[in-house]
C-alpha cells in the first residue's frame, strides 16, 4: 500500500482558506437529506418509527462508548450501568415511586450529570488498569448497578421494576408516541455525534489517540493521562445517561432486566463490528446491530443463530469492522465538497 | 540550569541497577553516558524521566526535585526524551505525532475548540505552524500525512528526536539514537544533534556506538555495574585503561572496543524491529 493509501483523510489545509462554494453545496446537501429524513420517517408505520427511534438510542450509547473504547482504547464492559443510571434517574424523579414529578427537561441534565459523576467514579480506580483487567472491572461495574436496582427494593422495586412513568412534555408538548420521540431524539443524535466528531479533531481527541497507541510515550510527552481518561470516561458516561433518561421517558416502565451484560455487549459490538473509533462506523453499526434481529424476526427460534452467523460473517468477511478506518467524517465531508 | 544526580539509587527486587552515583550534567554540552550491557545507562534516564521510581537519591533540576513528580510533570518542566526502541504512535499521522505534544498548553481550551465555530481551524493553524517548523529542520515535511508506523526506520528515529525537541526542552536525553543506523544515516544524525545544542540545555546521550560517542560528546561518563566509572572528554576516556577492562573484560585497544560496539547496535535493531512488530494496534 502506498503512503497516500494508507494516510488519513483528515488533513489539515494549510492555507486554512475556505471554499465557500463547495461548503454551500455540502451544506445543502445535509439539510435535503435531513429534511427527508425529518418527512419520510414519520410517515413510516408506528412499528418502523419504534426501531428507528431505538436505532438512535444505541446510536447515542455507542457515540459515548467510542470516546472511551475507541478514543482511548480503554475496553469498557459495563458501558450499561451509565444508562441504567439515566433510565433510575428519570423513573425515580418522574414517577409515583415517591410520588416526584419532575419535568422531562431537568432530568435529562440530572441523569446526564449523575451517569457522568458515576463514569468518573469508576474512572479513578481503574486508572491503573487496561485491557483485560479494564474488562473485567467494568464488567463487574455494570453487574453491581443492576445488581443494585434489583435488589435495592424500597428505592428501585427490585425485580418488578418501576411502572407508571410520568409522559414526558418538551416546551409543553406531550412525547407520546415513538414519532414525538423520534423529533427529540434525532437532533440529540446528532448532537452527539457532531460533539464526538469535534472532540475526537480537538487536541483533546488527539491525546486519546496518543494514549491509546502507547500510554507511556504519551505521558512522557506532557499528557495527563488520568485526566485525559477521567474526561473520556466523564463525558462518554454523560452520553450514556442522557440515552437512559429518554430511554426511560420514551418506554414508560424500567426493570432490572433491560440493563443486563447483553446490553452492555451489543453496545460494543456495535463499535466492534461498525469499525472501532470511527463515528461514521458506530452510525452504521448502530443501525446493522438494531435492524437485522428486527428483520430476523420472522424466522423466530433460528433468529439469535442467524444473528450470530451475520456477525461472524461480518468480522470475516471485513475484520476492521464495516467501515473502514479513514472513511470518517471529513471523507464523508470531503466528498461532498467541504473544504 | 544543571542537571544534578544525588547519591542515586534503584534496587529491581534483589538486583542493584543503579548503586548510588552522582553525576553532574551541563547545560550547553552533549554529554554521553556509556557503558556495557547492564551498566544501568537507561536504567538512569528512565528514572529521570519518571517511567521508573527513584529507590533512594535525588534528581535536582531548576531546585525542582524531579524524583517527586509524576511523569507528566516532569515532562512539564521541559525534560523530554527518546526510547531505545522507538515508541511512537503509529497509527497515527507524522503531523498528529508532533501535534499532540501541545496537548498541555490547549487542553484548557478544549471547551472553545469544540463548541465555537472557526476556533478549531485557528488552533489547528496555529498547531500546524508549529509542525511545520519542526518537520522541515529534520526532512519530514514529505511524510506530513504518513502514518507513523509506515516511516523507515531512520525517519522513524528522526519523528522521535523531532517529537522530543518540540516544545523547546530544557533537557534532552536520547537512549541510543544512533542504534540500527547505517554510516550515511549515523553522520546524518551526528550534524542534527550537533545542531540541537543550546546553551541552556542540557543534552544526555546514551550510546554504544564508540565512534559516534568519542567525535559528538564534550563530556563522558562512564558506567559500570551501577558505579560510575570514569568521567572525562572523549580523549581522556579513550586513554584509560579500566574503561577497556569494563567493556572487553582485559585490556585492549579501542578498536576492540569499536567491534564488541558495533555488534551490539545490530542486535538493538533486531529487537527494535521485532518491537514495531509486535506493538501494532489490535483491534480493541
Not at chain 2, 537519591?57 to 524524583?67: A, Y
Not at chain 2, 560510575?228 to 576492540?256: C, H, I, K, R, W
Request: with cysteine; net charge positive.
Amino acid at each position: 500500500m502506498t503512503s497516500e493509501a494508507t494516510s488519513r483523510a483528515v488533513s489539515i489545509d494549510p492555507g486554512g482558506k475556505i471554499h465557500w462554494l463547495g461548503r454551500v453545496r455540502a451544506a445543502a446537501v445535509i439539510v435535503a437529506m435531513l429534511v427527508a429524513l425529518v418527512y419520510f420517517v414519520p410517515s413510516l408505520p408506528t412499528y418502523y418509527v419504534r426501531i428507528i427511534d431505538m436505532v438512535l438510542i444505541y446510536l447515542l450509547l455507542a457515540t459515548g462508548l467510542n470516546m472511551v473504547v475507541g478514543y482511548a482504547g480503554l475496553l469498557d464492559l459495563g458501558f450499561i450501568a451509565f444508562y441504567a443510571i439515566g433510565a433510575y434517574s428519570y423513573a425515580l424523579l418522574a414517577s409515583g415511586q415517591f410520588d416526584i414529578h419532575l419535568p422531562f427537561g431537568p432530568i435529562l441534565v440530572v441523569g446526564g450529570g449523575l451517569a457522568g459523576m458515576a463514569g468518573v467514579l469508576l474512572g479513578i480506580p481503574v486508572l491503573r488498569l487496561r485491557g483485560d483487567y479494564l474488562a473485567i472491572v467494568t464488567l463487574g461495574f455494570g453487574e453491581i448497578i443492576r445488581l443494585l436496582m434489583n435488589n435495592l427494593v424500597s428505592v428501585t422495586n427490585g425485580p418488578q421494576g418501576i411502572s407508571r412513568i410520568d409522559q414526558p412534555f418538551l416546551f409543553g408538548f406531550p412525547l407520546k408516541t415513538p414519532r414525538d420521540f423520534f423529533f427529540i431524539l434525532l437532533p440529540i443524535a446528532i448532537f452527539a455525534v457532531t460533539l464526538a466528531w469535534r472532540l475526537e479533531c480537538s487536541i483533546l481527541g488527539l491525546g486519546w489517540a496518543a494514549i491509546r497507541e502507547d500510554q507511556d510515550a504519551a505521558r512522557g510527552i506532557g499528557i495527563n493521562t488520568t485526566l485525559a481518561k477521567l474526561l473520556a470516561f466523564g463525558l462518554s458516561a454523560t452520553l450514556g445517561g442522557f440515552a437512559g433518561v429518554i430511554f426511560a421517558a420514551f418506554q414508560r416502565f424500567v426493570d432490572p432486566v433491560s440493563f443486563s451484560f447483553w446490553e452492555s455487549l451489543t453496545i460494543v459490538l456495535i463499535i466492534v463490528i461498525g469499525g472501532v473509533g470511527n463515528l461514521v462506523g458506530v452510525v452504521v453499526g448502530a443501525a446493522v446491530l438494531i435492524v437485522v434481529p428486527e428483520l430476523l424476526r420472522e424466522y423466530s427460534e433460528y433468529r439469535m443463530l442467524l444473528y450470530g452467523c451475520a456477525l461472524v460473517a461480518i468480522i470475516l468477511v471485513r475484520p476492521g469492522g464495516i467501515v473502514g478506518r479513514h472513511h470518517n467524517p471529513a471523507w464523508i465531508m470531503q466528498k461532498l465538497g467541504w473544504r | 540550569m544543571t542537571l544534578r544526580f544525588v547519591g542515586l539509587r534503584k534496587r529491581f527486587g534483589s538486583l542493584i541497577a543503579i548503586d548510588g552515583v552522582d553525576l553532574v550534567f551541563e547545560p550547553g554540552k552533549i554529554t554521553s553516558i556509556i557503558g556495557p550491557n547492564g551498566a544501568g545507562k537507561s536504567t538512569l534516564i528512565n528514572m529521570c524521566a519518571g517511567s521508573y521510581k527513584v529507590t533512594s537519591g535525588r534528581i535536582l533540576f531548576e531546585d525542582v526535585e524531579l524524583q517527586r513528580l509524576k511523569k507528566h510533570q516532569i515532562a512539564g518542566h521541559g525534560v523530554a526524551r527518546t526510547y531505545q526502541n522507538i515508541r511512537l504512535f503509529d497509527g497515527m499521522t507524522v503531523q498528529q505525532n508532533l501535534e499532540v505534544c501541545l496537548f498541555s498548553s490547549y487542553l484548557g481550551r478544549t471547551f472553545a475548540e469544540v463548541f465555537v465555530p472557526g476556533v478549531s481551524q485557528r488552533f489547528k493553524n496555529e498547531r500546524a505552524a508549529l509542525c511545520r517548523e519542526a518537520l522541515a529542520r529534520f526532512g519530514l515535511t514529505r511524510f506530513a500525512e504518513t502514518l507513523a508506523a509506515d516511516l523507515s526506520y531512520g525517519n522513524q528515529k528522526l519523528l522521535e528526536i523531532a517529537r522530543a525537541t518540540l516544545l523547546n526542552p530544557k533537557v534532552l536525553m536520547l537512549d541510543e539514537p544512533a542504534a540500527g543506523l547505517n554510516h550515511g544515516e549515523t553522520d546524518h544524525l551526528k550534524e542534527t544533534l550537533r545542531s540541537l545544542v543550546r546553551p541552556d540545555r542540557v543534552m544526555i546521550i546514551v550510546e554504544h556506538d564508540m565512534s559516534f560517542v568519542m567525535t559528538l560528546s564534550d563530556h563522558i561518563f562512564v558506567l559500570h555495574q551501577g558505579r560510575l566509572l570514569f568521567e572525562g572528554t572523549p580523549a581522556e576516556v579513550q586513554a584509560n585503561f579500566a574503561v577497556q577492562e569494563a567493556y572487553l573484560g582485559s585490556p585492549g585497544d579501542v578498536d576492540g572496543i569499536r567491534v564488541a560496539a558495533r555488534n551490539r547496535a545490530n542486535r538493538v535493531r533486531l529487537r527494535s524491529n521485532a518491537n514495531i512488530e509486535r506493538r501494532r494496534p489490535a483491534p480493541v
